[in-house]
């Protein structure tokens, strides 16, 4: 397990540094269409719950007009600037600079989605047992990121031992099933799933938009 969590750090680093590198013009590009649609800020940072429940920031492109508050329980109405953050935000491509947060080690490419912190404390207060998924260093995809958009996702979900009778998504339970099994081949599967999602399931429910 040691060896794997050596492997799986230095792919993290290796694969967010170059991505970084790759999508810098595209980086760039957004940047400059958030400022001149929007105004500043270009960036968007919020506080999350990673492992061991230590604090860190994650960052993300805003795709909401200044403005728009959050409730308490980090939830609220997501109003965004135009048409091409609607797209950042179906494509993920706003969570691209969370590359940097996998470069230097506060998320894996794989893990459980990190919790904010009003919605931490939120759903703790509902079931303790929330805890369970701060054992593992958070991820930018993991199975329930799989299960949450579509039907799709979710008969992705269902091939796995353990998960094949799982009727509705629940976020804690696939967060849970994935600690307890973390190894390269689900990594792989999740990888393979996630590529997938964006290049075939997304697009085609972007297309069908009216």
């Known amino acids: 397990m040691i060896i794997y969590k050596i492997i799986k750090r230095t792919i993290d680093f290796c694969f967010s540094l170059l991505f970084l590198i790759l999508l810098s013009p595209v980086l760039l590009f957004l940047g400059l269409a958030v400022f001149i649609s929007d105004g500043s800020p270009i960036i968007f940072s919020s506080k999350r719950v990673g492992k061991k429940k230590k ?14 508050k959050r409730r308490k329980d980090g939830l609220g109405d997501k109003i965004v600037i135009n048409k091409l953050a609607q797209y950042m935000r179906d494509t993920h491509l706003d969570e691209t600079l969370q590359l940097w947060n996998v470069l230097i080690g506060d998320i894996s490419l794989i893990g459980p989605r990190p919790l904010d912190v009003p919605r931490y404390h939120h759903l703790k207060s509902k079931d303790k047992s929330w805890d ?41 339970k696939l967060d849970k099933y994935y600690i307890r099994n973390e190894s390269p081949s689900l990594d792989m599967k999740i990888v393979l799933w996630t590529v997938e999602y964006l290049f075939i399931g997304l697009f085609t429910k972007i297309f069908k938009k009216d």
């Open 55 to 68: 604090l860190f920031t994650v960052y993300k492109f805003r795709t909401l007009v200044n403005g728009v």
């Open 132 to 172: 369970t998924i701060f054992k593992v260093r958070p991820g930018m995809t993991c199975l329930n990121q799989i299960a949450r958009y579509s039907n799709w996702g979710m008969s992705r979900i269902r091939r796995l031992k353990g998960l094949r009778n799982m009727k509705r998504r629940n976020r804690l």
